[in-house]
């Protein structure tokens, strides 16, 4: 084969290999052909994606500008917080110092604690009487100014053994035979009880209903006589619409106890207190 045959047939080769090509190409641009409107439609999703992040963007750079000033601020702050805060670590030992203190001082405090603990029944007990007592002072209270008109009028009052006992009357004012009261038929006791054993009493009996607590008890002696007792307030009452009091009294002689008698006080217009008749 000469050469000329050669470059035919290898011209008539190449145009083959080409057309093959051709039709490959052909082939896979009629592939891309399909898939184009599938392109189209994602590349206009994307715009439309794209516009909205357009839109975002710029409120959020205009946002920007406030944020670098707030941080430029609070860069301007933080030597004030440093220093604030070296302060703070200063002070740190002493408040370590002063809780030590204090946490030594905590076993004495639980042990004061303790200590009044015990009292602390005795203390709303006390609360209690006390509370109980606060209607009768109220009703005296009311009393005495329902009757100031009549307490105006007498000014003065006489002295008992010396001592001045007012110049305005008041609730615990005592009147009436309380002799009377104590021996009633007794009369070798009331022999034996002085005239100042009565004003010892008297005082006793006083101190008892200033109390207003219900169980006072006042103990009296008088050395000159050898004579001794005790006052006790027992209970309060309304007897006729009277504020009234039950006294109890025990009254020892020579040693003995000769009378262990209740005696009824109720105020009267004059608010005094007189025992009513036995």
């Given at each position: 084969?000469?050469?000329?045959?050669?470059?035919?047939?290898?011209?008539?080769?190449?145009?083959?290999?080409?057309?093959?090509?051709?039709?490959?190409?052909?082939?896979?641009?009629?592939?891309?052909?399909?898939?184009?409107?599938?392109?189209?439609?994602?590349?206009?999703?994307?715009?439309?994606?794209?516009?909205?992040?357009?839109?975002?963007?710029?409120?959020?750079?205009?946002?920007?500008?406030?944020?670098?000033?707030?941080?430029?601020?609070?860069?301007?702050?933080?030597?004030?917080?440093?220093?604030?805060?070296?302060?703070?670590?200063?002070?740190?030992?002493?408040?370590?110092?002063?809780?030590?203190?204090?946490?030594?001082?905590?076993?004495?405090?639980?042990?004061?604690?303790?200590?009044?603990?015990?009292?602390?029944?005795?203390?709303?007990?006390?609360?209690?009487?006390?509370?109980?007592?606060?209607?009768?002072?109220?009703?005296?209270?009311?009393?005495?100014?329902?009757?100031?008109?009549?307490m105006g009028k007498t000014t003065t009052e006489g002295a008992v053994t010396g001592v001045i006992t007012g110049i305005i009357k008041t609730p615990f004012r005592i009147t009436g035979d309380?002799?009377?009261?104590?021996?009633?038929?007794?009369?070798?006791n009331a022999q034996d009880v002085s005239a100042e054993d009565i004003e010892l009493i008297k005082a006793a009996l006083n101190k008892v209903l200033s109390s207003e607590r219900m169980g006072?008890?006042?103990?009296?002696?008088?050395?000159?006589?050898?004579?001794?007792?005790?006052?006790?307030?027992?209970?309060?009452?309304?007897?006729?619409?009277?504020?009234?009091?039950?006294?109890?009294?025990?009254?020892?002689?020579?040693?003995?106890?000769?009378?262990?008698?209740?005696?009824?006080?109720?105020?009267?217009?004059?608010?005094?207190?007189?025992?009513?008749?036995?």
């Open positions: 084969m000469d050469a000329r045959s050669f470059s035919i047939g290898f011209l008539a080769f190449s145009l083959i290999c080409l057309s093959a090509s051709i039709v490959y190409f052909t082939v896979h641009l009629s592939h891309i052909g399909e898939d184009i409107p599938d392109i189209l439609m994602s590349i206009e999703e994307t715009s439309n994606t794209v516009e909205t992040v357009v839109k975002e963007v710029g409120p959020t750079r205009e946002l920007i500008p406030p944020m670098i000033n707030e941080v430029t601020e609070i860069r301007k702050q933080i030597p004030s917080i440093v220093k604030e805060v070296a302060e703070v670590r200063k002070q740190i030992p002493t408040i370590l110092e002063e809780v030590k203190e204090v946490r030594q001082q905590i076993p004495v405090i639980i042990e004061e604690v303790e200590k009044i603990r015990p009292l602390v029944p005795l203390v709303l007990d006390e609360v209690k009487k006390t509370r109980e007592a606060i209607p009768p002072m109220l009703s005296k209270a009311d009393k005495i100014v329902a009757n100031a008109k009549q309380l002799g009377k009261s104590l021996f009633g038929d007794l009369r070798k006072h008890t006042q103990k009296w002696s008088n050395p000159q006589s050898g004579n001794d007792g005790v006052v006790t307030l027992k209970t309060s009452a309304e007897i006729d619409k009277r504020d009234c009091r039950i006294i109890g009294f025990k009254i020892r002689i020579d040693n003995e106890e000769r009378i262990d008698r209740d005696v009824t006080f109720c105020l009267n217009e004059s608010s005094e207190w007189k025992p009513m008749e036995q």
